[in-house]
């Protein structure tokens, strides 16, 4: 079957301009991650959804970044005026919520110039 | 806090020679422990999970809980493992989100 889809794959914006980054997870799996990738970071956690609510939204790095989920399936990150140490690879994950084997997505690269 | 530690950012090893990638985490608890696996141009993927006790293309992991590791072994490596390597924890049971350590490139030559 399809696994987690995310768009756009690439996304370079100005700094100041709003961005919003996609996720599709895998049919069925209730929970859902944002990860951002970054250089000398490594993976950090942004913030978890199980269902359309978010539990846990502790690792998002200011009030600039906000994230939603509908329907219990799609989601999306929203970026407010960008800053360039915003620049980084966002990753999507989704699971089931017992296994908690979280299944990745190819993420979206964004530069902020 | 949770947190995890790869000491190694770089480990090269000649083709068929053991490997060992290091990881020590810090959890107030019984965490589940992960080992996800980059390869070039693909997405992160679960290698293992302590719980499963099981082995993968060769490479195993055995929880330490006295000395909080959970280091990655294989025997023989192959070009094939050449790839980024991320240990990762969690809360045990439900879903919770992962704590990864910063990676290890094991890079393995001819």
């Known amino acids: 079957g399809a696994g987690v889809s995310q768009s756009p794959s690439n996304k370079v914006t100005e700094k100041g301009k709003d961005v919003e980054l996609r996720c599709d997870p895998i049919?069925?799996?209730?929970?859902l991650y944002w990860y951002r990738q970054s250089l000398g970071q490594g993976l950090e956690f942004l913030i978890y959804f199980q269902g359309n609510s978010a539990p846990d939204k502790s690792g998002l790095p200011s009030d600039r970044f906000s994230a939603e989920r509908t329907g219990g399936s799609v989601s999306t990150l929203t970026i407010q005026r960008t800053q360039q140490e915003d620049s980084a690879v966002y990753l999507c994950a989704s699971s089931l919520a017992v296994p908690n084997i979280q299944y990745f997505g190819a993420g979206t690269r964004l530069s902020v110039l | 806090a949770q947190r995890v530690t790869q000491p190694e950012k770089l480990l090269s090893v000649f083709k068929g020679a053991p490997v060992e990638l290091k990881c020590n985490y810090s959890?107030?608890?019984?965490?589940?422990l992960f080992w996800y696996v980059q390869y070039s141009r693909q997405r992160l993927q679960l290698l293992l999970r302590?719980?499963s006790r099981e082995s993968i293309k060769g490479f195993t992991a055995d929880l330490n809980k006295g000395e909080t590791s959970f280091h990655l072994k294989k025997p023989f490596a192959q070009e094939e493992d050449s790839a980024m390597y991320y240990c990762a924890l969690s809360g045990p049971g439900t879903a919770s989100k992962l704590t990864f350590g910063t990676g290890t490139r094991l890079q393995v030559t001819l």
């Open positions: 302590h719980i």
């Open positions: 049919s069925g799996h209730t929970a």
């Open positions: 959890y107030s608890g019984s965490p589940e």
